[in-house]
């Protein structure tokens, strides 16, 4: 059994309204050394396979078919047993 961490974020190229709206926010609550906020999200998943380059094999489809928009997002994977 495998645990796949995976951060996807929008594209550096994409806009992102919630970033936006969470540091106007932080502003507004005094906190004005933060510069900059890019929102994303972070999925767990348990993957049953054989081997390490499987089980990432399985995530990338996933996310791929379904976990992230390869238009607007970019993931990142991390394998662990």
């Known amino acids: 059994m495998y645990k796949a961490k995976v951060n996807v974020t929008l594209r550096p190229s994409i806009l992102d309204p919630k970033g936006k709206a969470a540091h106007h926010a932080l502003q507004n609550l005094g906190i004005s050394q933060v510069e900059k906020v890019r929102i994303g ?3 767990e998943l348990d993957i049953n396979a054989d081997s390490e380059s499987a089980a990432k094999e399985i995530v990338e489809t996933a996310c ?3 976990l992230a928009n390869e238009v607007m997002e970019d993931f990142e994977i991390e394998i662990n047993q």
């Open 41 to 43: 999200k972070f999925i």
């Open 64 to 66: 791929a078919k379904l």
